[in-house]
């Protein structure tokens, strides 16, 4: 925001004391129509001469100083203060070369004394008003420019003062979430100028943060006749576009950008679109435009690399991006983008040390800031203590039921490490033989550790226990990055069948080595796969592979469709005591969709719909369907509970091979309780 105190101030003030003398008449002129290299030229000339007058040493250092020399202007006002101590007119100069010089804490102290010492002198209140603004101390600004206006109720340098605190009160409310206040002050310039620019362009900006889109695109289209603003309002319709998820529009408004564009503002209207691009997805188009702004406007330097860090962010290349906003750092230190941009890089590579540190540094510079505030919450409600509970029961139409119940704790000593406690007890019987109830509680206890954005390890030991039964599993899982768009996880796993009373009493033990393999490509296909090759107690064996091939149809809220394959086959089969195809094909389509990804939802879901045909062995292709369906609610920011309900008549869901049925209760909270 433009500088808001005006060097013209005092002005009246000094040629009321020089006006009276002649020979000096045309230097004021050159101070009052703001030549001021003329009128140090000229004051100096006439100095020669009459040395000591101290008229024209006044306008002289008032000429330094408004030509950009404010410490040689403060040179010939102390000058002056030792002759004249108790001149207020001086002092006001001093004060005022302090605002020339940005010392504004200096004159803020300076004009606090002549404030006291005249409470009803316009200049020294409307000095004090200006200070506190430059400070950013916007109601102690307001305070003392309303007192110079009830001085001068219509004077000229005083209201665009007042309208520039209330626009930098308006944008420090905004920086600090407080939206319904800053859009007051915004109002209150809109009042007294229902014309004004900055107030219409601003409050433009700040309806479409408030999601009110239809009121921030009258106000942008206001400005459309409007040559000096007409960049701003397509850069703001084309931004209420994206967030209305209508990105051909948004690229088009800000394509307009760059068509009313002059040269003075041809890099903000490039950069916009450039954004544009970024929210099409279309970032081979953008990085090219962006290298031909850098080589063509290397002075806007600070700008570029914010956009190649944004750029390289949205398409998944978050060391690129880090190591932009590493470099903006450089160059500005205290760049709210550059911290809070360095954060959110290494939040999307898992390496959330960085993300804390960066994100403290935000909110020291930028006390309060509504974003940085909300990005710190994210932070440690990834990492708080975290209670899980499940409660669900289970029935397939071989009779076979259970009664399960999980409570896990997740406590993570920092941010790159993640522990858990949990115990699940799980009651199985037949409903025709409910004499035969058996409990297993299984304890478990497990870590994980991001080694840096590549690879990630954990494990977890966990003894099974019931009347007949103790056995101790163990857990190995390690996940790769194998590059921005694939991921892969190796992982052995050891487990014991308690699906039903029959398995627990064989204390059957499996040790499964899995490889999972997910790739997601710009295009937004999908593919997920899945190998499993298990070893068991009984000497018998199984391989097992899975494939789903899908769609992104929407991703808010998510929507894909896809095909998915399984199979799987064993060794040796034993159907009298579990499900052991020597070979099992399934085929399916499905459609998936959920809200998990809106942090604004109150209301969530989830759920699945799929059908196809398996085939068994030799026997001939039956057909399957499967469906499940969550939906639950946030019971606070930290809380929430969903209810569950699947069903499936694939063979694949039952150890048994029978029609299976689950429901339950979901819940999860997190304790607002830093570990670390």
Request: net charge positive.
């Amino acid at each position: 925001m433009r500088s808001i105190f005006n060097v013209f101030f005092l002005l009246l003030f000094s040629l009321q004391i020089c006006f009276g003398q002649n020979p000096l008449n045309p230097g004021f002129q050159m101070l009052e129509t703001g030549k001021f290299s003329e009128a140090v030229i000229f004051f100096e000339n006439h100095l020669k001469s009459d040395p000591n007058n101290p008229t024209a040493l006044l306008c002289y250092g008032r000429g330094l100083g408004l030509s950009g020399k404010p410490d040689k202007a403060l040179e010939i006002f102390n000058k002056l203060k030792k002759d004249s101590p108790e001149s207020f007119e001086v002092d006001l100069n001093i004060a005022e070369a302090y605002m020339w010089g940005k010392d504004f804490q200096t004159a803020k102290s300076k004009y606090i004394i002549l404030a006291k010492k005249d409470t009803a002198n316009f200049s020294a209140n409307l000095g004090l008003a200006n200070a506190y603004s430059e400070l950013q101390n916007y109601d102690s600004a307001l305070v003392y420019v309303e007192k110079a206006l009830q001085i001068q109720p219509t004077n000229g340098n005083a209201l665009v003062s007042r309208k520039y605190m209330r626009l930098g009160k308006s944008s420090k409310l905004i920086g600090i979430g407080k939206l319904g206040e800053a859009e007051g002050y915004l109002i209150k310039i809109l009042e007294e100028n229902p014309k004004d620019l900055d107030a219409v362009i601003n409050i433009g900006n700040l309806y479409g943060l408030m999601e009110e889109n239809q009121k921030a695109i009258e106000r942008y289209q206001s400005l459309l006749d409007i040559p000096s603003k007409k960049v701003d309002a397509a850069i703001g319709i084309a931004q209420v576009k994206f967030k209305q998820k209508k990105l051909k529009e948004a690229l088009s408004w800000a394509q307009k950008a760059v068509e009313f564009a002059d040269s003075s503002e041809i890099v903000k209207a490039k950069v916009a679109r450039i954004n544009a691009l970024g929210w099409n997805k279309k970032f081979k188009q953008a990085f090219i435009e962006i290298d031909s702004l850098e080589s063509n406007y290397p002075k806007y330097k600070e700008d570029i690399i914010a956009t190649k860090g944004r750029l390289s962010i949205w398409s998944k290349g978050f060391k690129n991006g880090a190591n932009y906003y590493l470099k903006l750092l450089e160059i500005n230190p205290k760049s709210f983008e550059g911290n809070l941009g360095y954060a959110d890089a290494n939040y999307a590579m898992g390496l959330n040390n960085h993300s804390f540190e960066y994100v403290n540094k935000t909110l020291q510079i930028y006390p309060g800031q509504a974003d940085a505030v909300r990005f710190l919450d994210k932070l440690y409600s990834g990492h708080d203590p975290t209670i899980i509970s499940n409660v669900f029961f289970s029935q397939d139409n071989g009779k076979n039921a259970s009664k399960n119940y999980l409570l896990r704790l997740n406590l993570d000593p920092g941010p790159l490490t993640k522990t858990f406690l949990s115990f699940y007890q799980r009651d199985v019987y037949n409903i025709n033989k409910k004499s035969e109830n058996i409990a297993v509680n299984t304890f478990m206890v497990g870590a994980s550790h991001r080694q840096n954005e590549i690879l990630k390890y954990g494990g977890s030991v966990g003894v099974i226990q019931s009347d007949n039964l103790k056995r101790f599993t163990a857990e190995v899982n390690t996940e790769w990055k194998l590059g921005k768009y694939q991921t892969a996880e190796l992982n052995y796993r050891e487990e014991i069948q308690t699906f039903n009373a029959e398995l627990i009493s064989k204390n059957l033990k499996q040790q499964n080595l899995n490889l999972n393999y997910n790739l997601f490509l710009p295009s937004k296909i999908g593919l997920y796969s899945q190998v499993i090759l298990t070893k068991m107690s009984d000497q018998n064996t199984r391989s097992l592979i899975f494939s789903s091939l899908y769609y992104l149809v929407s991703d808010a809220p998510i929507l894909k469709a896809g095909i998915n394959y399984g199979g799987f086959g064993f060794k040796n089969q034993v159907p009298t005591i579990y499900f052991s195809p020597d070979k099992f094909r399934n085929y399916e389509l499905f459609l998936a969709s959920e809200n998990f990804n809106n942090p604004k939802a109150k209301i969530l879901y989830q759920g699945t719909l799929a059908a196809g045909y398996q085939k068994i062995s030799i026997e001939k292709f039956q057909s399957i369907y499967r469906f499940d369906l969550k939906v639950g609610t946030k019971v606070t920011p930290r809380g929430m509970a969903m209810l569950y309900f699947l069903r499936s008549n694939s063979a694949a869901s039952s150890v048994q091979g029978f029609t299976y049925n689950e429901w339950g209760i979901n819940a999860r909270y997190i304790i607002n309780k830093h570990t670390f």
